[in-house]
């Protein structure tokens, strides 16, 4: 073997060594205590994120309200299940652009002006999920 090669290997042994160092020493990145807010239905549990909690920690919160009741900066998310099923809500979460031709979504231009929906694009679907799980059930 020649030195670059020698050097290489070495290096690509250190890489894979510190890789595998990394998986088996990686802590849960579940944090045992979410601030939930008092929201009604909020389960704790250790090991998993709940949909109420996901609504806290994506944010929801801030423009929905503690109960879902809506603020100055977003509407109430009550009786979701008239306009969404599951996996629509989810389509939503994911890309809410795509459904701003919708009537509704014409009068929440005019009614919160300043603010956009984010997309959650870049979430887990399964967090998505539980998330529309939540809501839909409220």
Same mark, same amino acid.
């Given at each position: 073997?020649?030195?670059?090669?020698?050097?290489?290997?070495?290096?690509?042994?250190?890489?894979?060594?510190?890789? =595998?160092?990394?998986?088996?020493?990686?802590?849960?990145?579940?944090?045992? %205590?979410?601030?939930?807010? @008092? !929201?009604? $239905?909020?389960?704790?549990?250790?090991?998993? =994120?709940?949909?109420?909690?996901?609504?806290?920690?994506?944010?929801?919160? %801030?423009?929905?309200?503690? @109960? !879902?009741? $809506?603020?100055?900066?977003?509407?109430?998310?009550?009786?979701?299940?008239?306009?969404?099923?599951?996996?629509?809500?989810?389509?939503?979460?994911?890309?809410?652009?795509?459904?701003?031709?919708?009537?509704?979504?014409?009068?929440?231009?005019?009614?919160?002006?300043?603010?956009?929906?984010?997309?959650?694009?870049?979430?887990?679907?399964?967090?998505?999920?539980?998330?529309?799980?939540?809501?839909?059930?409220?």
């Amino acid at each position: 073997m020649t030195k670059p090669q020698i050097w290489i290997s070495a290096f690509l042994f250190l890489f894979i060594l510190l890789f =595998i160092l990394a998986k088996v020493t990686k802590e849960d990145e579940t944090e045992d %205590n979410f601030p939930v807010n @008092n !929201l009604p $239905g909020v389960e704790e549990t250790k090991n998993e =994120i709940t949909g109420a909690q996901l609504f806290v920690n994506f944010g929801c919160i %801030n423009c929905h309200g503690e @109960n !879902l009741t $809506g603020t100055a900066d977003g509407p109430q998310l009550a009786n979701l299940t008239e306009h969404w099923s599951r996996q629509t809500l989810i389509a939503y979460l994911r890309n809410p652009t795509s459904f701003m031709e919708e009537e509704r979504f014409k009068e929440y231009r005019i009614k919160y002006p300043k603010q956009i929906m984010p997309d959650f694009g870049n979430k887990n679907i399964k967090d998505l999920g539980k998330l529309a799980g939540f809501l839909l059930n409220r």
